[in-house]
């Protein structure tokens, strides 16, 4: 599902941004080549984006869809319990750039007050918590289209 807002986020004010619902389709660890990615498919397509993150994402992400409770909250539960407690919730993360090989998402909170806060943080966290609140995923459409060299 490809979705266009206008934003007032600094780093793209006034621009018109088409994003695409992706979701989580794989976790791949290489235990040989220490590599952990994630793999995101396109809601309503055929496409792709893999995404190299690190080991302990990759364990936050993986404990949370295979529904493993820790005897204490991680990094991420303890976020998404400050989001909460400070009275926003996460309305949606976005991968929005990939910039020399690396791409950069945002968590966009929605305050209490109704006004967004746009925060810039790694794709691997913002799927974390996204999928701790059950928040949406997205990806710029810029940023799919350039991505779609790598086979999965």
Known sequence: MALCFEFKEPRISGKIIVMVQVELSKIIIDEKRHD???????????????????????TSIKMK???????RPLTHDMLKSVIEALGARV??????????????AKVVLEK?????????????DSIALALRVGAPIYV?????????????
Do not use: C, Y
């Open 65 to 71: 869809i295979s529904g493993f409770e820790p005897p």
């Open 91 to 104: 309305k949606f993360v976005v991968v929005d750039r990939l910039q020399f090989n690396t791409f950069h």
């Open 140 to 152: 710029e459409e810029e940023v799919l289209d350039s991505a779609e060299m790598f086979d999965v």
């Open 36 to 58: 952990q990615v994630i793999v995101l498919k396109e809601v309503d397509g055929e496409r792709f984006l893999p995404i190299v993150i690190g080991l302990p994402e990759a």
């Open 112 to 124: 209490p007050d109704g006004d967004e806060a746009w925060i810039d943080a790694r794709p691997s």
